[in-house]
């Protein structure tokens, strides 16, 4: 386990994310409406979308893309689709995150980055080196 300390729960928005960058490409920190905290690989199952700047829905996230529907906690795709992302241990210990950057489920790694073209299409962007935040 490789543990490192995100800061403050409220550092991350409710029903939205943080975008860390770990070893193997970005990380996205959930807090769910109910102070769940999860943390997923920043890539989409199904064509690399920023799972970052879905919608978050009770342990879920839509992806902004194309609407596929992900568990939070497994990282998999909801029926009817199918496919995992890399899914990360966190821990919330006295109001502080912390993130295992060794990843519990790891994502396939013919998972491509986000296609420009389609994220711009949906209105959304994967975040910049500027967003990311190193640890
Ligand atoms: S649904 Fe996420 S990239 Fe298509």
Redesign the pocket.
């Known amino acids: 386990m490789n543990w490192v300390k995100l800061g403050a729960l409220e550092t991350i928005p409710r029903l939205g994310a943080r975008v860390v960058a770990g070893p193997n490409g970005d990380i996205a920190v959930f807090r769910t409406a109910a102070d769940g905290v999860f943390a997923l690989a920043d890539r ?6 920023p ?1 970052s700047q ?1 919608i978050v829905h009770g342990e879920r996230v839509t ?6 529907v ?1 568990d939070l906690a497994s990282g998999s795709a909801t029926g009817p ?1 199918t496919g995992c992302t890399g899914a990360y241990r966190v821990r919330v210990d006295q109001g502080q995150v912390w993130l295992d950057l060794d990843p519990v489920v790891s994502a396939p790694v013919h998972a491509a980055a ?1 296609d420009p073209e ?1 994220a711009a299409e949906a209105g959304t962007q994967a975040p910049t080196p500027a967003q990311r935040e190193a640890v």
Do not use: S
């Open positions: 989409c199952p199904h064509k690399g979308g799972l879905g992806c902004p893309l194309h609407n596929w992900i689709d986000a389609e």
